[in-house]
């Protein structure tokens, strides 16, 4: 653009018209014009690459609205559906399988669960290994359906709460010391040695 100067004169003063030497263009000529497109070019270029790789990683990863993959948000917390695999420790509150199929854990080397307590201190540990079930803790106890005591193990004591205890194998049961009880009898038709 070029950039005009007007001049009024009144009748009878002559004034000159000034010189092109104090022209000036406005805008962007030459080099400058080309990198500035060049520039917005390259620009709308990795606004397109953006764009594309963050739709292609939203498909791959499988993200919707209600989570990611077989992880969905719900309202109780996460469900994970389908296998899954933790290469690091897994902290939750409660894990539960489906209704109608069950919950399976597994590793190459061995399965274990820690209970804290609040100031992170382990309290309890059940180890699942290849060769041994090994439960380190203060009570290990387990329950029949309706929530009684089957078996229970303390530092002090071993407590069998059973209506019926029955030991099978060819030698039977062996005590180092006495044993007391209130009942001793055989099976039906059997005799009692």
Same mark, same amino acid.
């Given at each position: ?29 030459? +080099? ?23 739709? +292609? ?15 969905? &948000? ?24 489906? &209704? ?94």
């Amino acid at each position: 653009m070029v950039r005009e100067q007007y001049t009024t004169t009144t009748p009878g003063t002559s004034l000159e018209r000034p010189k092109n030497e104090y022209v000036y263009k406005i805008g962007i000529y030459g +080099w400058r014009k080309r990198c500035l497109y060049l520039f917005v070019l390259l620009l709308l270029i990795v606004l397109v690459v953006n764009f594309s790789l963050t739709i +292609w990683i939203l498909k791959v990863m499988w993200f919707s609205p209600t989570g990611m993959g077989h992880l969905r &948000v719900t309202k109780e917390g996460l469900r994970l559906e389908g296998e899954s695999e933790f290469l690091f420790p897994l902290y939750a509150k409660e894990i539960h399988s489906r &209704v109608d199929s069950s919950l399976l854990l597994q590793s190459t080397h061995n399965v274990t669960v820690n209970a804290r307590n609040s100031n992170g201190e382990v309290t309890g540990r059940l180890n699942v290994g290849p060769k041994m079930v090994e439960f380190h803790g203060q009570q290990f106890q387990i329950n029949s359906k309706d929530g009684k005591p089957l078996f229970t193990v303390d530092e002090n004591e071993v407590v069998i709460g059973t209506d019926k205890l029955r030991v099978t194998g060819p030698e039977g049961a062996l005590f180092e010391h006495s044993v007391e009880t209130p009942l001793v009898k055989a099976e039906a038709f059997k005799q009692l040695r």
